[in-house]
């Protein structure tokens, strides 16, 4: 009998060390303790790009969307061979252009050879996940950089590593602070992934701090919407916000938005780029014309201020911002990679050449 | 009181008129009567790739598979404004790194100067969706393809046009057969809608009908899948199949493929493709050396094929197919829609080349 007994526990033994071997339980951090890059102000409540009790006026979508993490990354440096993730996301209705991924997960860049490497994507099953990430690495130090959900309010992200190795708060990857005020096509719909919205892809590909003030369908230019983008700490804006009001708003809006840029920030470059010109307007002729008109007007204003003598302001024209293949959207509206793609081929450059004249490169 | 019964009745008919001026009725069309391109087999339930039944020897998940809609679309002649469809998919749960548009959704195209062009996409909402793909159009007749989900079983298709306009079937938007057998990565995942799959992609920049025999990770070269391929009427056969077996199956298997296809066709081209290679890999390093495995067992079958007299097979390898700034993937494994597009730079010409030779261009 006992040793039967012994058996048993011989057996469980081994069972155990086999199954340990195979499911490593990862040990969690939270990424509040950890570097939080991406971040509007540097004092709101976590994963909040803005605090709107602190702006009473603003408009209650865009108060909602300020909830969102887009563009937001926890900065970290570990030696674990697995990165894990825990998130909860809301349940509110995952949106149909986009992945699952992009609007509720995450995604993982490790520096390489001095640049930011995709490694892999945080999977969201449910209102709360846990995902592991990559595995199976060397045991080197990296420095790692997690993207946090573009299109809902993210809580309690924590990062898990193998028992044994280390982790501590990485370096702010990227420097200076250019605000991006814009639609959901600056918010990251319909990107892939986190990662691939076109202001992270920005900070990766010049080490500038690109920051998302992306707000879906309400980056309208409401007083109270412009108010905030002036108060906000940068060192230059693009307002990449054509897409959402009407001709009528731009016409009424721009000026105040870029006059109150303007007063808070004597000398920084504010830079308005015209609306993507929506793909299934080449069809639509009512959405064509009104993408037309909208353009028209904000090119109007844009030179109405110059004229005033409103200086260090530019303008970045649509012409080839989606390509000539007509293929660079998933629905007509939200550029999908290939559509950021050539996005980024005309606004890097334009901007880098704004900004090096400004000193801020 | 009749003057005030007469107001209702004139207030009434005001409302009504408004209303049929912003929603008009769609008059719907059965999809079964247009007609279908993409189709693997003629003759098969209507948006099934192969009808199972026939092939009782095929894994469970091949054949699930198969009742995937992928590649298939629409082909229709109309001069309606507005193009709308309704369509179901089952409950199956939904791919975190796809759209739902792209899994369970539509897209159409419409020629424009002898080139087809994105117009709109159609939403999913529910097991069963009605959808407006474009509205506002002029009146011109147009050639339409509306795509397909790619990961889902639909039924019940239909398009709807504008009370008074007209619809017929189109004709075959595509000529010559080019099949292509392979994983996931054929059947679309993760394209951000059914026409940027890189078959459909292929079709639409060739004019020659490329095929999609996508089959999810279930693309392992099995005997009786084998047989099936072979039995399709083509004429080229492209295998991008090495991504799912092990290095193992595809030391085991290749050669049979091969020989089994080249018995029914003695002379179409058949083009091995290696596997991408999977961006996660570069961090994981189990998966960089199952992939490497995969590719160099590949290339070795290939090669053990030609010493033994096989004619007109060529082989393609996976170098550059993904470019090299390693974002053309939305979970490391799926090329998005920047990474389909590398692809096809690599693919298309190498393909076209070898149809050229053959005289099938």
């Excluded at 991406?38 to 909830?67: C, M, Q, W």
């Excluded at 109270?224 to 708003?249: M, Q, R, Y």
């Excluded at 007007?297 to 293949?325: H, M, S, T």
Aim: aromatic share 8%.
């Amino acid at each position: 009998m006992s040793v039967r007994i012994a058996g048993i526990f011989v057996l469980q033994i081994v069972f155990m060390a086999k199954l340990s071997a195979q499911v490593k339980t990862p040990v969690y951090t939270k990424a509040s303790s950890l570097t939080i890059t991406g971040k509007i102000f540097p004092h709101t409540t976590e994963f909040n790009r803005v605090d709107s009790a602190e702006y009473p006026a603003l408009p209650r979508s865009v108060k909602r969307l300020l909830t969102h993490s887009a563009g937001m990354a926890i900065s970290f440096v570990t030696n674990s061979s697995t990165i894990s993730a825990k998130w909860c996301v809301t349940d509110a209705a995952p949106y149909t252009n986009m992945t699952s991924i992009a609007n509720k997960g995450l995604d993982l860049y490790i520096k390489n050879d001095g640049k930011w490497q995709f490694a892999g994507a945080g999977r969201p099953e449910a209102r709360c996940s846990e995902a592991v990430i990559v595995k199976n690495m060397d045991s080197s130090e990296k420095e790692c950089l997690l993207y946090l959900p573009l299109y809902d309010k993210v809580s309690d992200v924590e990062i898990g590593i193998d028992d044994g190795s280390t982790i501590k708060a990485g370096a702010e990857p990227f420097r200076k602070r250019i605000l991006i005020y814009g639609s959901s096509i600056v918010q990251g719909s319909s990107a892939s992934r986190p990662g691939m919205a076109y202001p992270a892809r920005l900070s990766r590909a010049t080490g500038l701090n690109f920051i998302n003030m992306g707000l879906s369908g309400s980056a309208k230019m409401e007083k109270a919407a412009a108010d905030l983008v002036a108060s906000v700490d940068a060192d230059a804006f693009v307002l990449d916000c054509i897409p959402n009001p009407s001709p009528e708003e731009i016409k009424q809006r721009t000026a105040y938005l870029v006059n109150a840029i303007r007063a808070k920030h004597p000398s920084a470059p504010i830079i308005l780029v015209q609306s993507v010109i929506r793909e299934h307007g080449y069809f639509d002729q009512k959405v064509g014309e009104r993408v037309r008109q909208q353009n028209e007007n904000a090119r109007k204003e844009f030179e109405l201020l110059q004229q005033k003598g409103v200086k260090n302001i530019y303008f970045i024209p649509a012409d080839q911002l989606l390509g000539d293949d007509h293929e660079g959207t998933t629905d007509g509206t939200h550029p999908n990679d290939i559509g950021f793609d050539r996005m980024l081929q005309v606004l890097k450059p334009a901007i880098l050449d704004i900004l090096t004249k400004h000193g801020i490169l």
